[in-house]
């Protein structure tokens, strides 16, 4: 089937028939077109990167269904022709050519909704022709290949508009025109201005960082290796900073507000990377004048390396945070001290996690009174010597709580402390934190002959008795859930039955202190019971196996 012939464009366009053409893949092709390359879908809108200046971050928001956009930037929004007009630095009627060839009108698509009663546009080039006396300065990679153009625009009241440009690839609807660009950098790569000089240039000879290409090719024109950022101030990236890596840079800011941020900006992102790092401050310096206008007014080559050589280099070693990196080639491997082999090992933080109600406090206060008394663990390995242990309680009361955990294990009290309180110089006493007393702590446990081991997470909250907490849920107190067993009240009914062995537990604990534990099974959170303590566990579960010589005790 051979190929239907491209119709020409209508030899009147209006706007209100480019609109009816307008969908959501229509609008995503005249982005595409204007440079951009990714598209983040936000519910009725896609977020991009404006293709008429330097956008980091995605910051324009447009709406798939007309284009209609917002840049949150800068605050500015408008229609689609907007965006184009912006993007190409061209008028209305161009921009309503453009999109209209772009949307497919003249390929046979709807044509016969387009009427005649606009006024008839001149078709131009894509993209719209530079003024008369534009600037163009090239930024080319390491080998000298074009990468992008910036173009600088002079109005006639002596204002300043700067486009960017890249050369057509054999895609680009440009491709067949005179203009061989496409506007906007689209996905090529950032880079310094006049890169192949740097790389030429003896890694000892300073570089001049200024704002604009302008100064840039100033400063090259007597003899001095210079170079800027791509689309001016606030606008540096990390890898402008690693194509500095270990030479030195002199930086000559603006004398205005927006010039010396960037320049402290720059500087601090330089530091660390490159061999130093110079600000030079020009004098007799104009109201928002740079290095040209010094130059102009009298400045040298001779006294500007004068400055160079006058300035003190910037030094952040006292502001900037040091990351320290430590080679593993330099790290001996070692092993792990256990206090409780392969469950609780010394000098470490261990985490005990469960339910409420679970027995985590309870346990715990096993574990203190097997170290007080020296005792044997629960899977049969020996604690080497007798130890002592010391509470952060955040929850339970010493008196009616850790005392009779400690006494139903048989622990040896006088090897167990907990700490209550803090007492500052003055007399008064404070909550303990981890975050403001850890010296204080750490005295303590050198005083007290303390291994570090388990410490609890300590909440600011005063150590009251808590009431014996019971799970109940209100549903099952609702009038539809009286009437039969529901899921819901076997739920409550295990619960309840597991609370009451854990009291029967307490009530009447056995001679050893930890035969309780053994006879307590805890549940997984499916409900199945787990393994008892010093029972074997089964492979898979994430468990380790019982270790050859270490027997379970009798229950």
């Not at 980091?56 to 928001?61: A, E, K, R, T, V």
């Not at 840079?249 to 601090?268: M, W």
């Not at 005295?443 to 008795?465: F, Y």
């Amino acid at each position: 089937m051979s190929a239907q012939p491209q119709q020409p464009l209508p030899a009147t366009i209006r706007k209100s028939d480019v609109v009816a053409m307008l969908d959501k893949r229509a609008v995503r092709i005249v982005f595409e077109h204007l440079g951009v390359t990714q598209f983040t879908n936000a519910g009725e809108n896609w977020l991009v990167r404006a293709p008429y200046r330097q956008d980091n971050h995605p910051s324009l928001s447009v709406r798939k269904r007309d284009g209609v956009w917002n840049d949150k930037g800068i605050g500015k929004g408008g229609s689609l022709f907007d965006a184009v007009m912006l993007t190409q630095n061209c008028d209305f009627k161009t921009a309503l050519l453009d999109v209209a060839r772009v949307v497919g009108m003249g390929t046979g698509r709807d044509i016969d909704r387009v009427t005649h009663h606009a006024a008839p546009v001149t078709p131009t080039c894509i993209p719209q022709p530079v003024s008369p006396g534009p600037t163009v300065y090239p930024y080319r990679g390491e080998d000298g290949t074009l990468l992008y153009e910036i173009v600088r625009h002079t109005q006639p009241d002596g204002s300043k508009t700067f486009t960017a440009r890249r050369p057509a690839g054999p895609s680009d609807p440009a491709a067949s025109t005179n203009s061989g660009f496409m506007p906007g950098i689209g996905g090529q790569r950032r880079v310094l201005y006049r890169l192949p000089d740097l790389g030429n240039a003896d890694p000892s000879v300073p570089v001049y960082l200024v704002e604009g290409e302008k100064d840039a090719d100033r400063l090259a024109s007597i003899g001095l290796l210079a170079t800027t950022n791509p689309f001016g101030a606030g606008s540096w990236e990390n890898d402008y900073t690693l194509t500095l890596h270990g030479r030195s840079v002199v930086i000559l800011p603006d004398n205005d507000e927006p010039g010396q941020k960037h320049a402290a900006r720059v500087a601090l992102a330089l530091q660390g990377s490159t061999r130093e790092v110079r600000v030079i401050n020009l004098p007799g310096l104009p109201p928002s004048g740079d290095v040209s206008d010094w130059l102009d007014a009298g400045g040298s080559f001779d006294e500007l390396v004068r400055l160079t050589q006058e300035a003190r280099p910037k030094r952040f070693s006292d502001k900037v945070p040091v990351a320290v990196v430590t080679e593993l080639a330099d790290v001996m491997p070692e092993e792990v001290n256990w206090l409780w082999p392969d469950w609780l090992p010394r000098g470490k933080l261990t985490l005990l996690g469960g339910h409420p109600g679970d027995g985590k406090s309870t346990l715990t206060a096993a574990f203190a009174a097997i170290l007080s008394r020296g005792d044997t663990w629960p899977d049969g390995s020996a604690v080497t010597a007798p130890a002592s242990t010391l509470f952060l309680l955040a929850e339970d009361a010493l008196g009616d709580t850790l005392r009779p955990r400690l006494d139903q294990h048989g622990a040896d009290v006088s090897r167990i402390g907990a700490i209550e309180a803090i007492r500052n110089p003055d007399g008064s006493e404070t909550m303990f934190s981890l975050g403001e007393h850890l010296a204080a702590l750490e005295r303590r446990i050198v005083e007290r002959d303390i291994l570090p081991r388990r410490h609890r997470p300590t909440l600011r909250l005063p150590a009251q008795p808590q009431p014996q907490r019971r799970w109940r849920n209100p549903r099952s107190a609702h009038p539809a859930r009286q009437a039969g067993r529901t899921p819901q009240r076997r739920r409550s009914r295990r619960h309840a039955r597991r609370q009451a062995q854990r009291d029967e537990a307490h009530a009447a604990p056995d001679a050893d202190g930890i035969d309780r534990l053994r006879r307590h099974r805890p549940h997984r959170h499916d409900g199945r019971p787990g393994p008892e303590v010093g029972e074997p566990r089964t492979q898979g579960t994430g468990n380790r196996q019982k270790q050859p010589g270490h027997e379970a005790a009798p229950a």
